[in-house]
């Protein structure tokens, strides 16, 4: 179910110009509408493309994300 929710970063102490690119519209506005299992980059099966020369970050951001999403599908007891 799309409600057209999506993500944002609140705060971060990643590099500038490398990791800090997880702030960026383009790698946040993938995240919107995906399935749990979309969650993850594509490396690892998902639907999220990382950030070049930031993988680290680009996954530490989606896990983040994706076990999110998984609490409060747990919480709401319900599925995706």
Do not use: C, M, P
């Not at 102490?13 to 960026?24: C, D, L």
């Not at 594509?42 to 020369?53: L, P, Q, R, W």
């Not at 983040?64 to 747990?74: F, K, M, N, P, T």
């Amino acid at each position: 179910n799309n409600n057209g929710a999506g993500v944002r970063v609140l705060s971060h102490g990643e590099t500038i110009g490398i990791g800090s690119r997880i702030t960026e519209n383009w790698f946040l506005s993938q995240f919107e509408g995906k399935t749990l299992e979309g969650l993850q980059l594509e490396k690892n099966g998902g639907e999220i493309d990382a950030i070049t020369g930031a993988t680290i970050s680009s996954n530490a951001f989606t896990n983040a994300v994706h076990d999110g999403v998984q609490i409060l599908i747990e919480i709401a007891g319900g599925g995706e």
